[in-house]
């Protein structure tokens, strides 16, 4: 333990070049995807931290570039205090192997994961073989059954000869979880990890995680779609969620801090999106102001939200507003102007609407 968190990004930042055919690209200058822009998170030991948003929004490039498997094009990535791809590029103090032991993670779809040609037992035998190569077949195995008991099949020994086509979706997650957790990692990134599996497998799976955690003292940061499940997992854990909005980290704190007292209008509008978030509210108008999300090829300027905001002023447009702590006594930020009540968003002037709002669709 040196300290530092378990995993720091700072100015973070992932780009792509948009696909182009054969004639545009020799024409034009390849389009560019923002997909992370200027995202700052640092993971602690035991940490859990659940980023949410919309389908695009960056949250898996996010969560897969926080493990070292996709490369930023700005800002770094530390484990410890360790450089991830300075340790990739042979420069750092820390092999990067033991990095990548370090940083597992868990797939939305556990069946492409796993090598339908191989048992279960065969499956979780290779990375022991490579990390642990001092344990005998014995071992290896003894330890392996032990863990599948504790995801709860049995018995072992008859889960372990299966192929994965022969358990079903949640039994495949399990061993997915143990696959990650047989390398004692310090984070885990679940992405999407319970979205497919029916509500009550899907509590059960996400209090398992949360069990093993205090087992085997790991991280987790958790990619969902859905705030009803990011609530259950930082509620119950004490960790954060974070809001992901066209790239961009807008918010982020203690979950019932998040949901009960959103500070980023985007964050009001997936709470509004989510009716069993609280069920006995009433229903009120969509707090927003248009429906199409913008392009994060061309995203708008200022605060990208602007463009959707019921609340936007014209200095929305102009200027961005940073992820700053908006209340001293918790660890509550949120990227508004309206936080600060000296802002000049006070004297802007409001946006007229352009675009139809979602209560005129119809």
């Known amino acids: 333990m040196t300290g530092a968190p378990v995993v720091e990004l700072q100015n973070l930042e992932v780009h792509f070049e948009k696909d182009q055919g054969l004639l545009e690209s020799?024409?034009?200058?390849?389009?560019?995807v923002g997909a992370v822009d200027n995202v700052d998170l640092a993971i602690d030991d035991e940490d859990v931290v659940v980023l949410v948003g919309e389908s695009g929004c960056g949250k898996t490039t996010l969560g897969k570039t926080a493990i070292g498997l996709q490369k930023p094009t700005g800002g770094s990535v530390r484990y410890r205090g360790h450089d991830v791809w300075d340790a990739k590029r042979g420069k750092g103090d820390v092999p990067?192997?033991?990095?990548?032991?370090?940083?597992?993670?868990?797939?939305?779809?556990?069946?492409?994961?796993?090598?339908?040609?191989?048992?279960?037992?065969?499956?979780?035998?290779?990375?022991?073989?490579?990390?642990?190569?001092?344990?005998?077949?014995?071992?290896?195995?003894n330890h392996i059954y032990g863990m599948i008991e504790r995801v709860g099949m049995?018995?072992?020994t008859d889960y372990a000869h299966r192929y994965p086509h022969q358990l079903s979706g949640g039994e495949k997650q399990r061993i997915a979880l143990v696959r990650a957790l047989l390398m004692n990692p310090?984070?885990?990134?679940?992405?999407?990890?319970?979205?497919?599996?029916?509500?009550?497998?899907r509590i059960e799976m996400m209090d398992?995680?949360?069990?093993?955690?205090?087992?085997?003292?790991?991280s987790y940061l958790f990619i969902s779609h859905n705030l009803s499940n990011a609530r259950y997992l930082a509620q119950k854990a004490g960790g954060r969620i974070g809001i992901m909005y066209l790239g961009e980290l807008v918010e982020i704190g203690p979950a019932e801090e998040v949901l009960q007292n959103p500070q980023h209008p985007y964050t009001k509008v997936l709470r509004w999106a989510t009716a069993d978030i609280d069920p006995e509210d009433e229903v009120e108008e969509p707090p927003v102001r248009a429906i199409d999300i913008p392009d994060p090829v061309d995203p708008p300027s200022g605060c990208r939200f602007?463009?959707?905001?019921?609340?936007?002023?014209?200095?929305?447009?102009?200027s961005c507003p940073k992820l700053d702590r908006w209340d001293a006594y918790n660890e509550h930020h949120a990227a508004c102007f309206r936080q600060d009540p000296n802002h000049e968003y006070w004297e802007s002037e409001e946006i007229a609407s352009e675009t139809p709002s979602l209560a005129d669709s119809d």
């Open 26 to 32: 020799v024409l034009n200058e390849p389009d560019v």
């Open 306 to 318: 602007h463009t959707r905001c019921p609340e936007a002023r014209e200095v929305c447009a102009s």
């Open 186 to 201: 310090d984070l885990i990134l679940a992405d999407e990890a319970v979205s497919a599996l029916d509500v009550s497998l």
């Open 208 to 218: 398992l995680m949360l069990e093993l955690q205090e087992d085997f003292g790991t």
């Open 96 to 141: 990067f192997q033991e990095i990548r032991k370090s940083l597992q993670i868990i797939h939305q779809d556990p069946g492409s994961s796993l090598n339908p040609n191989q048992t279960v037992l065969k499956t979780l035998e290779a990375p022991l073989k490579k990390w642990q190569d001092d344990l005998s077949q014995a071992d290896r195995r």
């Open 154 to 156: 049995e018995p072992a």
